[in-house]
Nanobody, 124 residues
């Protein structure tokens, strides 16, 4: 089992920045990717970023590319999502998730472990 816990959400005005953190623990040897997903009211959960652990590749959904950066600190088992130039359409519950994938951003159903989610609200 792998446990995940998000922190760092909140409210910000458009154009502002937030950094989300995801603490991973447990049997982290069983995973090779940590993804960030978001779910806005009335919309499906979508992947926004993913990082393959151990200094591996990163992937982004097209609407956040250039604004969001996913990174990891392997010494502390932390994964971060730096979000810049936030827009009202970025408002959503954000989740970190972990799994074992071959490549790419991945779909929500491909991830085995999930955090509880954290709210990000961007006002115009």
């Amino acid at each position: 089992q792998v446990q995940l816990a998000e922190s760092g959400g909140g409210s910000v005005q458009a154009g502002g920045s937030l950094t989300l953190s995801c603490a991973t623990s447990g049997n982290t040897d069983s995973i090779n990717v940590v993804g960030w997903f978001r779910e806005a009211p009335g919309k499906e959960r979508e992947g926004v970023a993913a990082i393959y652990t151990g200094g591996g590749a990163t992937f982004y959904e097209h609407s956040v590319k250039g604004r969001f950066t996913v990174s990891e600190d392997s010494a502390t088992n932390m994964v971060y999502l730096q979000m810049n130039d936030l827009k009202p359409e970025d408002t959503a519950m954000y989740y970190c998730a972990a799994g074992f994938l071959a490549y790419g951003l991945g779909r929500a159903d491909q991830f085995d472990y999930w955090g509880q989610g954290i709210l990000v609200t961007v006002s115009s």
